[in-house]
């Protein structure tokens, strides 16, 4: 299978569950920014302080911070990855590319989880995270489409994109994941 992976998507798509499903089986690296960030504002960091009232408002915290925060991971690492939620914008997808070519570790494949709008925001507001109430909730969903979604033409013009259908159970979704991966 595949090793080091991206997945792309809308807020709710299931990327967080599915990517912690399939790193757990093939032993890669979990990297969620989204997790990194709620961990730095968890611990009252300066820079988690910085983040939290971006991340409450459902908008994206800067490209300079997301990446410096990837980079120190990918740097500490040999083995497999999957990136989760990064990059959410064109200028951290160019950004995270000299990076991988100096530790010579090209993406191999970037999965799409494609849901529609109403079931994402349901699903969303079931979860009852801290920023997901109804209006933050929208306000993600558009700048998922604005600043994101351009990244699937980015990555499909690299021949590196497989889409996968997000509805179903969790199992039957993770059976399409791991056939796309092949
Ligand atoms: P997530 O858990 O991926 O839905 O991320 C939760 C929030 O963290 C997002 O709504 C953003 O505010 C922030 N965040 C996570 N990843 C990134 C990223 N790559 N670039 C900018 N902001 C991010």
Redesign the pocket.
């Known amino acids: 299978m595949k090793q080091r992976l991206l997945f792309l998507g809308p807020?709710g798509a299931g990327k967080?569950t599915q990517a912690e499903r399939l790193c757990a089986a093939h032993e890669l690296m979990h990297l969620?920014?989204?997790?990194l960030?709620r961990a730095e504002v968890g611990a009252k960091t300066s820079l988690g302080q910085e983040a939290a009232a971006?991340?409450n408002r459902?908008?994206?915290?800067s490209?300079e911070l997301?990446l410096a925060i990837v980079e120190n991971q990918l740097k500490n690492q040999s083995g497999g990855w999957l990136l989760?939620?990064?990059?959410?914008?064109l200028i951290?997808a160019t950004a995270l590319e000299p990076l991988l070519e100096e530790l010579k570790q090209p993406i191999e494949a970037v999965v799409l989880l494609e849901l529609n709008d109403a079931v994402l925001i349901e699903r969303l507001i079931s979860r009852g995270r801290s920023?997901d109430n109804e209006s933050v909730i929208r306000n993600?969903l558009e700048v998922y489409r604005e600043k994101t979604a351009p990244l699937i033409d980015h990555y499909r013009q690299q021949g590196l994109l497989q889409t996968v259908e997000a509805h179903g159970s969790i199992e039957s979704i993770a059976i399409s994941i791991e056939k796309s991966l092949c």
């Open positions: 807020p967080g969620s920014t989204g997790d960030l971006v991340m459902g908008e994206l915290v490209d997301v989760d939620g990064f990059p959410r914008t951290q920023d993600r």
